[in-house]
């Protein structure tokens, strides 16, 4: 007869558990498939997106120049135009989709995205400061950093009573967004017409010849954020109940409440710091991980998939549809993303309520 320590560990229904020695890990099954299946999509579509253009590729070739290989035209027009664009809307999504995925969690809001609580215009705010006072490439991603944590504490520590939950929370956020909204117009307008020109991407959000550094700083981030992300999902799934619960389950709200917000501000300021401010895709990718999830636990690494494939539609978006003229994707992500959310929310709208 076994006894209880020596019973084998079995997986709930619908999940899969992965041992290693001592170890376990309890995987949902359904969240692995729509990870694998958004990675092979983001694939698809990427290699699609190197592929078009004017200077139309196949597929195959596109990878071939995107590896060194081919027609040197080919190879400069992948690996100097197209490919570091698309690299840096992969990274940029996936870091604003994950961000808005942990802090949407941490508040219990759907509507608390870095964008809506002021960490995106704080992060604007001081990448452009760094274009206008400090015209070095690695000055914005370093200040972007500072403003968005500058946002963070500012909105944590004025809704003090509310915490990170609330309406307060969301509107004491708003209220910072906006002050910093104001500062960055008001740099604009009193710079000359040349800073003015180079700050603008960071304003509207644009993939156009992003700087090397910021996307190599970028790549950094969240390589190192992600995990750390992944960590944190089971404390924060224990969180979605009563603090007094979660306590009693053992999670320590203090400082898991800490390091989910120094994630998020790492995240948003990083991406911030490459693309500018796409709010957009930290409040939809979220919603799209959840949707097709099922609605289970903290989707932070579909939030963060969802969050590149529609950074780089957004992109693609803006470049063909009044070429040669090009759209920021900042404003494509807000047309097309607006209407989407919009259409998730209300589709769930009755599930939710019954």
Known sequence: MNTPSSR???APAGHHLLRLGDYSLLLHRRSMVVALLLSLLLVAVATWILAAGDDALTPWKALQAAFGQGDALQVFLIQELR???????LLSGAALGAAGCLLQTLARNRLATPGVIGIDNGATAFAVASIVAVPTSLAPSVLALSGAATAAVLTF?????????????????????????A??????????MDAANAAYPWTVGSLNARPADSVLLLGIGLAVGLPLAKLLVNALSLMRFSDNVAIGLGVRLQRIRLLTLALCVWLTAL??????????????????????????????????????????LADWLGRTLLAPIEI????????????????????QAPRSST
Do not use: K, Q
């Open 157 to 181: 520590a004025l809704a003090a009573g509310g915490g990170a939950r609330g309406y307060r929370f969301i509107v004491v956020g708003i209220a910072i967004g906006a002050l910093f909204g």
């Open 8 to 10: 084998p560990l079995l």
């Open 183 to 192: 500062l960055t117009n008001l740099m604009l307008a009193r710079s000359d």
């Open 83 to 89: 490919l570091p664009r698309l690299i840096a809307g």
């Open 328 to 347: 920021p994707v900042g404003i494509i992500a807000a047309v097309v993303g607006g209407p989407y959310l919009l259409w998730i929310l209300l589709r």
């Open 271 to 312: 991406a911030v710091a490459v693309v500018g401010p796409v709010g957009l895709i930290a409040l939809a990718a979220p919603e799209m991980a959840r949707h097709l999830c099922n609605r289970h636990g903290v989707p932070v690494l579909n939030a963060a998939l969802s969050g590149a494939l529609m950074m780089i």
